[in-house]
């Protein structure tokens, strides 16, 4: 090895502390979400709804809607876009019967109703995540996430009338 050569300087990876990276400035913000995000939230949702309306949702597109509809439903608790509650209402009732019935059959097949239910819940979280800040985002999704590590999720008797319940009971 030469020796007019200098050591490589390296580069020490810890002293990164006092750095805010780009996601976290983003998260921590409270100006409204970047479009670019709001976008990349109503394709995947979209493409979710698409994979279910012709046969090939799994879990995965199941859960994306899910969270769409819950996200949203929090958010219209908050007061953003609260006259889409009866939206994201009928919405998480599409998804709790569809959840009913590929426990049934073993596959997620939509009805009409629940499509134009879940396409309603998509359009209005499409224009509550376009005018809310990336801080209420976040607060929502935290929200969900304790609500779930609480076990507080809905059930399909928490959203039917209690006649209507016992009515699907004796079909």
Same mark, same amino acid.
């Given at each position: 090895?030469p ?9 020490n990876?810890?002293?990164?502390r006092?750095? %805010? ?29 698409e ?12 859960? #994306? ?7 949203g ?13 009866d939206?994201?209402?009928n919405?998480?009732l ?13 596959r997620?097949?939509? &009805?009409?109703?629940?499509l134009n ?8 979280h ?28 809905? &059930?399909l ?6 006649t209507? %319940? %016992?009515?699907?009971?004796? #079909?």
């Amino acid at each position: 090895m030469p020796t007019n050569k200098r050591p490589r300087k390296r580069r020490n990876l810890h002293k990164t502390r006092g750095h %805010t990276g780009a996601i976290t400035r983003l998260l921590m913000s409270t100006e409204p979400m970047p479009l670019e995000n709001a976008i990349d939230v109503a394709i995947f949702a979209r493409n979710s709804l698409e994979a279910m309306r012709t046969g090939r949702g799994d879990d995965d597109h199941y859960g #994306a809607l899910a969270n769409v509809t819950n996200i949203g439903f929090l958010l219209a608790e908050r007061g953003i876009g609260e006259e889409a509650w009866d939206a994201f209402r009928n919405a998480q009732l599409a998804l709790l019967t569809l959840l009913e019935r590929k426990q049934k059959h073993g596959r997620y097949t939509l &009805t009409a109703s629940e499509l134009n239910a879940l396409r309603d819940a998509i359009t209005y979280h499409e224009l509550q995540v376009q005018n809310s800040t990336t801080e209420e985002v976040r607060d929502a999704l935290t929200t969900l996430r304790q609500r779930l590590a609480s076990n507080q999720v809905l &059930t399909l008797k928490d959203v039917l009338p209690s006649t209507q %319940t %016992t009515e699907r009971k004796q #079909a």
